[in-house]
């Protein structure tokens, strides 16, 4: 093997390896959520009666991440307001309203990730922005990360082999009134518990 000069040659070699390297460890596998694999649930104290829930069905969310390198993943997601459903119409038309998400003036909900902070082997903190009626606010999510591999189907259904996919779950406690959305407050909880399901296929598969 032909021996690398020292001095300047040399130093220029290593920094090209750690230029290269680095690269390689910045570098991320992309993500899509899966539609209909991916809801955002959340729920509230009704008239200290019970817990009532609805349920974004329009979730669009991209991931930026390396299951080697968990704490450098990035997420940016996209909810469509008009898409929520609590299982009964009226209710569902008002929450629709300005009172609650105005999907007129707001169609979309959207969160940006701006930190990942591992919490254990598979958990972790996500820290990001959250707008939601015109109002952003930094927001933590406690995420699990449930699998990261080939589908689980491949083996069974043909039109799975090759895919790569991977789950998360996560929770958060919010403070709607902090997001201007204060009707009905205090019969109706100011607390809302968000819980969130989504799977995601690796893009290029």
Request: zero cysteines; hydrophobic letters at 40%; a neutral charge.
């Amino acid at each position: 093997m032909r021996r690398v000069r020292s001095g300047r040659s040399g130093v220029a070699v290593l920094a090209a390896i750690a230029l290269l390297t680095g690269a390689a460890a910045a570098a991320a596998d992309t993500w899509q959520s899966v539609k209909g694999y991916t809801e955002v649930r959340f729920s509230w104290d009704n008239l200290g009666l019970a817990r009532h829930s609805a349920r974004f069905t329009d979730v669009d969310a991209q991931l930026e991440f390396t299951p080697t390198t968990p704490d450098q993943a990035s997420v940016e997601v996209r909810i469509k307001t008009a898409s929520v459903q609590s299982g009964a119409r009226d209710f569902d038309d008002l929450l629709r309203r300005p009172e609650f998400f105005n999907v007129a003036a707001h169609p979309y909900i959207l969160f940006k990730s701006t930190r990942v902070e591992p919490t254990g082997e598979r958990q972790g903190i996500v820290a990001g922005e959250l707008t939601l009626n015109g109002v952003t606010k930094e927001v933590a999510l406690v995420v699990t990360w449930n699998f990261t591999g080939a589908h689980p189907l491949a083996a069974v259904n043909p039109s799975y082999q090759g895919m790569w996919v991977s789950g998360f779950s996560a929770k958060a406690t919010l403070q709607r009134s902090a997001f201007g959305l204060s009707r009905g407050l205090p019969l109706v909880s100011d607390e809302v518990e968000v819980t969130i399901e989504s799977e995601f296929v690796r893009k290029g598969e």
